[in-house]
């Protein structure tokens, strides 16, 4: 029986809005959102059973970081974060947790799993380098997380700032993304 699911899924995808094919958003969201559902379903029959058990989805910043050429993995991330407060709440009392991480870019080889072409994995590339943050480090905090029982695990200093300044200064973090993704693509 599981104890400790943790939903580590995910494609990227880059490139304009109307640019990027219908396939590769059916992709993404196939990957990153309904995998964790896929997963979810197939754990919580045992937890409940058992009346314990954690499920800690790995998202991003992208879920509220919304930089351009990213909607769709933007959107996939997104979705995570709001399932994991749906499910906290219908699993509160039942001795099943929920946490969403939310991280920064990581050093990670998300580039290799990113559609939209080449320069759409030079973009994912240039994300990761803007990170000093090596997986293992966000495997560890994630992991501190998940023990403290939070609901949102903000990973790193990068997640931090960007969660900090979209919830407090929405309109001046709004006129900085694009200037992030020009530093980073």
Not at 115 to 138: D, F, I, N, W, Y
Request: aromatic content about 8%; charged content about 15%; some cysteine.
């Amino acid at each position: 029986s599981v104890s400790l699911l943790v939903n580590a899924v995910g494609i990227g995808a880059a490139g304009e809005f109307e640019a990027l094919d219908i396939a590769d958003w059916r992709r993404v969201m196939d990957v990153n959102v309904l995998g964790v559902v896929n997963a979810c379903h197939a754990v919580l029959p045992s937890m409940k059973g058992r009346s314990c058990g954690h499920i800690c989805t790995i998202a991003s910043a992208a879920a509220y970081h919304n930089l351009p050429q990213l909607s769709a993995y933007n959107m996939s991330k997104a979705s995570l974060v709001s399932m994991t407060e749906t499910l906290r709440a219908e699993l509160h009392g039942c001795g099943i947790e929920a946490s969403v991480m939310i991280s920064a870019f990581y050093r990670s080889n998300i580039a290799r799993f990113t559609l939209g072409g080449q320069t759409a994995q030079r973009r994912a590339k240039g994300l990761v380098r803007l990170s000093s943050m090596s997986s293992e480090e966000a495997a560890k905090a994630t992991l501190k997380g998940i023990a403290s029982r939070r609901t949102y695990l903000l990973v790193g200093a990068q997640a931090r700032c960007v969660y900090f300044l979209k919830r407090h200064f929405p309109n001046f973090y709004n006129r900085l993304a694009p200037k992030i993704a020009q530093k980073a693509f």
